[in-house]
């Protein structure tokens, strides 16, 4: 019974919400709207569930002393205070601590506001030191990908290099003198417009498909995954 009920539920409103998307009446919109708000509450849960995991596994690193354990205490504390700022009112007003900090240091944050300072000064920096160490790693995996092996990997290679030349100034001087169709901003362009347009729109085709393809699985009751394992 404890899962006959939840593959009736899905089956049931997987079937309402599919009709719903074909009928414009008012009453169908209501609907629709009232259960992205149910949504909203359910998704609430799931930062508890987030917190709680989260909790869980760096408690668990500092406990085994696992490497890196210290870095556990950096994250714990990190939601703490982050979540604290927000519930004492940091999120949407300037609390004593931030109008202090704007005062004496002449922060321009907008509003003051204390998530405002963590966003600003640390999750931004963070943030940007991140991708520009990303850039390296793409960097070093596209050079031991990109190795002509076959036909089709020549044409990676010499596409990618196109492309990574084109983007930069250099690309520009090395074909200034060629004619206006020969430029690499030309070529890259086509390559960006044509080429690689149709085998984006191909991939999001084949999501779309599979995306069908488990909501159907799933209110027809074959895919039961979500239930928490066996059959």
């Known amino acids: 019974m404890r899962r006959k009920i939840p593959l009736a539920i899905a089956?049931?409103?997987?079937?309402?919400?599919?009709?719903?998307?074909?009928?414009?009446h008012r009453i169908s919109v209501e609907f629709y709207r009232n259960m992205l708000n149910a949504?909203?509450?359910?998704?609430?849960f799931y930062y508890i569930l987030a917190?709680?995991?989260?909790?869980?596994v760096h408690r668990g690193k500092i406990k085994r002393k696992k490497p890196g354990w210290g870095y556990s205490y950096v994250t714990l504390i990190s939601l703490v205070v982050t979540a604290v700022i927000g519930v004492l009112g940091g999120a949407y007003q300037a609390t004593r601590i931030t109008s202090w900090f704007v005062q004496h240091f002449h922060w321009q944050i907008e509003q003051g506001t204390g998530l405002m300072v963590i966003y600003t000064y640390i999750q931004i920096p963070m943030g940007a030191t991140m991708f520009s160490l990303l850039a390296f790693f793409i960097a070093s995996a596209a050079f031991r990908a990109f190795k002509a092996r076959s036909l089709t990997a020549v044409l990676l290679l010499v596409t990618a290099f196109v492309v990574m030349l084109g983007r930069v100034p250099i690309g520009a001087?090395?074909?200034?003198r060629l004619p206006e169709i020969f430029h690499l901003t030309n070529i890259v362009e086509w390559i960006l417009k044509y080429p690689n347009m149709a085998a984006q729109r191909g991939i999001l085709m084949g999501i779309g498909l599979g995306m069908i393809a488990t909501s159907l699985k799933i209110i027809l009751g074959i895919e039961r995954g979500y239930l928490g394992g066996g059959d």
């Open 173 to 176: 001087l090395l074909t200034r």
């Open 39 to 44: 949504l909203v509450i359910v998704g609430i």
């Open 51 to 56: 917190v709680s995991s989260l909790i869980r």
């Open 11 to 24: 089956f049931v409103f997987g079937i309402i919400m599919i009709i719903q998307f074909f009928i414009p």
